[in-house]
């Protein structure tokens, strides 16, 4: 893995201060150490985090912790669920049915670039398939969360539910953690569900692994790249 100081060298972000470095140097990670951080150290990050805003404070999230024992059996759960997608079914789209540009650019890029520090070459399915399905081992990270919401709540709670989720990996960094958010989560309600004993009403809306980054992992050597300012920013004078 990179460090910190060729990351930033590679966004061409100069941090001003801490929380400049910790968004700077935040990415997602997809090889951890096995080696899990302390719990009460997870619980200082989440309640941190909470102190992300929401629409009349109606803090419309809720996180499951996943470690141990409960986090195999979910993980041999999801890899199942994986291999038989048909039998599954997302309950909201996270991407639109057709990708149009700059969009798809953007998307071909990133896991073009991930697939070429693993060596993973264009037409590989099988090893493709293999490196999708590492999502649900939460990438070795030792502690998984599971996000949900309310399924009755409207879209501007879920716009809050992502500031609190970019809350939960901006205080990781800020303790030397780091995180990968997943929304390969999504479509496997059914078995999150059972295994977690979420109620009908709550839909998972992503999962996130949580840990400290394997500094040895190809994978981890990404930086993906940001649209210039003037592409995605208007100033209006």
Not at 131 to 156: E, K, S, Y
Request: net charge neutral.
């Amino acid at each position: 893995m990179i460090d910190d100081g060729e990351r930033l060298a590679r966004t061409g972000i100069v941090p001003r201060n801490d929380v400049d470095r910790a968004l700077a140097t935040r990415f997602s990670v997809r090889r951890f150490r096995p080696d899990p951080p302390p719990e009460d150290l997870v619980g200082h990050i989440l309640r941190v985090a909470q102190r992300a805003p929401s629409g009349t404070n109606m803090q419309p999230w809720h996180a499951h912790v996943v470690a141990g024992a409960t986090r195999a059996r979910l993980s041999a759960a999801l890899r199942a669920a994986h291999e038989v997608p048909s039998e599954h079914r997302q309950p909201y789209a996270y991407y639109p049915p057709e990708f149009f540009e700059p969009y798809l650019s953007r998307r071909r890029k990133v896991g073009w670039d991930l697939y070429g520090l693993l060596g993973i070459a264009r037409g590989e399915s099988a090893r493709m398939h293999a490196q999708h399905a590492r999502n649900f081992d939460f990438f070795d990270a030792p502690v998984g969360l599971v996000f949900t919401i309310d399924q009755r709540l409207a879209i501007g709670s879920w716009l809050d539910h992502g500031m609190f989720l970019q809350s939960v990996m901006i205080a990781a960094r800020g303790h030397g953690l780091h995180t990968c958010p997943q929304a390969a989560f999504a479509p496997f309600h059914r078995p999150i569900r059972e295994i977690l004993a979420i109620p009908e009403t709550e839909t998972v809306v992503c999962g996130m692994a949580l840990g400290y980054a394997d500094e040895n992992a190809p994978e981890n050597r990404l930086v993906s790249e940001r649209a210039p300012l003037d592409e995605v920013v208007t100033f209006h004078r």
